[in-house]
T-cell receptor, first 114, second 116 residues
């Protein structure tokens, strides 16, 4: 079962920041927080991941609370092309016995509105 | 640089038949994972292949089997198809020796399987 809780849906006005919350209150010290998104009729796309520090890349920013029990994905200037289902996943990275599978929940359906 | 490619894109089968789906990983990747995504649900992990061996497996029956070739490409086989096997089947590739700070999966666009 997924170890994260996300709202089922959110709306965001085009050009505004989209803030997608995720609760992972049972996260372990060696688990990373990953975000993927899935645009309709495509496979999931990696966005960003982090352990405990805030992270930023060309797509988004990831803010992880100090106790690591929740996080927020921020899309700074949402466009219509950002409309997708966003998945928050916690995952242990085990590299001696193989890459740990991703456990997806139902995610948050983000609708960016013109 | 081609990403993950899957074939076919769509497939229609009848109950009891067998199906083979194919995946070519992203160039330079050595690990292939397969996921099943039912309508309205998140993807569910089926199994993972590395060095031509199944390394990890999710909660799927033995009707689901796979193979990885020396060129890292992979196949997913499903025998005795059931109506409930209708889903989007996704292939994802990665490089095993990536570190946790830069490891990520690349997904293909999937094969939509319909079982009638």
């Amino acid at each position: 079962d997924a170890k994260t809780t996300q709202p089922p849906s959110m709306d965001c006005a085009e050009g505004r920041a989209a803030n997608l919350p995720c609760n992972h209150s049972t996260i372990s010290g060696n688990e990373y927080v990953y975000w993927y998104r899935q645009i309709h009729s495509q496979g999931p796309q990696y966005i960003i991941h982090g352990l405990k520090n805030n992270e930023t890349n060309e797509m988004a920013s990831l803010i992880i609370t100090e106790d690591r029990k929740s996080s927020t994905l921020i899309l700074p200037h949402a466009t219509l092309r950002d409309t997708a289902v966003y998945y928050c996943i916690v995952r242990v990275a085990l590299f001696l016995s193989g890459n740990t599978p991703l456990v997806f929940g139902k995610g948050t359906r983000l609708s960016v509105i013109a | 640089d081609a990403g993950v490619t899957q074939s076919p894109t769509h497939l229609i089968k009848t109950r009891g038949q067998q199906v083979t789906l194919r995946c070519s990983p992203k160039s330079g990747h050595d690990t292939v994972s397969w996921y099943q995504q039912a309508l309205g649900q998140g993807p569910q992990f089926i199994f993972q292949y590395y060095e031509e061996e199944e390394r990890q497996r999710g909660n799927f029956p033995d009707r689901f089997s796979g193979h990885q070739y020396p060129n890292y490409s992979s196949e997913l086989n499903v025998n005795a198809l059931l109506l409930g096997d209708s889903a989007l089947y996704l292939c994802a590739s990665s490089l095993l020796r990536h570190t946790p700070t830069n490891e990520k999966l690349f997904f293909g666009s999937g094969t939509q399987l319909s079982v009638l």
